[in-house]
């Protein structure tokens, strides 16, 4: 590769956007070349600058209560009269049924909630105590079909190992943690800057699809699928990280 | 879909991302009373096209409805500002030093002004694609996609703004530093 390809590559490199190749490529003329070399540096420089320097504005608490005291006046386009069939509830024949059901159903769903945000809880813990530690990887390998007999030949299960890295998700490697007091598979992969930990255990009948959280600044998504339950846990976007740990879960062609 | 649940099921989908819509408008306005305007109309539009997103990722979907509700805030309140002209100096007939705009030369005078000032003074076509590629991250397709511009037009707005805020004075110490660093 010479200069003048370099300069072009340069920035894609920096953005995370080159493919393999490339970045090999790109990699080895920076080692010999002291002005592409400034000029990544530079673009480092500036992106790291920009990161301390400049605020992230979050959005105001009155403005989010406004918004959403604003939503039940707004009409959904292409709503339908859904919401017209459980008017009956409020008939009064039923409302002493229905405030049992309710209670019930509260009851559960506080239950529920404790037992998912003390799983999501302990998988965070997994995922900080592993990056400190250095303890991310035991088998390290970009090859599902390496990572995949490690693990089956530490559990008593067989998690499905998939490469996302079409989607932008390299596979680092892989490793065992406990969460529940059970041992699972965890997978690790990378995402641009960020680190992704995926804890994958066999599906049970008390498996529940659970919305995606945040603790302690760390997204957890969830979802259940090919037989397994799989929660990912990373810094990077929670929406990144939902649509990755469905295409995980789900088995679909690629 | 019961109304309630619906709306359940937005405030968990998108309400999370306010963040980052509040963050874009606040850029791109450059003012906090007019970021507030543009994000409530756009949360407001979000939910009523709620059910287009069909499970495609929240926030680039969120981050598109924000843009378009900025620039017709802009066409109405602002018009002066929109400048359809800037990608023309992208096309490289003139050296960077020559297409300095105004904006640019007040700039470079303003030896204590701070990087976020610098980001507010640049053209507004050249500042949002810098904002959703250094502060949200997101990738020249989602960028491509939200400004509605392909991606190669992405890369060399991207590196303009980068070259721009690089040459501003206040990154002149970066600079010198970085490339010392190496030589």
Redesign the interface.
Known sequence: MNCHEATALT??YH?G?LGPAQSLALEQHLVGC?DC??RR???????S???K????????GA??E???A???V???????S??Q??RWLSAGAFAGAAATVFAWVLGTALLESRDVDALAAEAVSDHVRATLGKRQIEVASSDQHTVKPWLSSQLDFSPPVKDQAAD?FTLLGARLDYLDRHPVATLVYRY??HGVDVFVRPATRASRPT??TTVRGFNVSHAIGTGMEWWAVSDA????LA?FVERLAHDDAR | MPDDEFRVRFERVVMPHLDAAYNLARWLTRDAHDAEDVVQEAMLRAYRYFRALRGASARPWLLTIVRRSFYEWLTANRPAEIDRNFDQDLLGSQADRTTVGPEQVALRRAENATLAEAIAALPVGFREVLILRELEELSYKEIAHIVDIPIGTVMSRLARARGLLQKSPLLESVRGSAAGGER
Do not use: N
């Open positions: 920035a894609a953005d956007e002291a070399a400034a540096a530079e673009l480092d420089a500036l992106h600058r920009l990161r320097e400049t605020p992230y504005h979050a959005a105001p403005l989010r406004r918004i959403i604003m939503l039940p707004v009409a959904p386009s292409g709503a339908g859904g919401g069939r459980w932008g641009r800057q919305p995606p976007s929670p929406d990144v649509a």
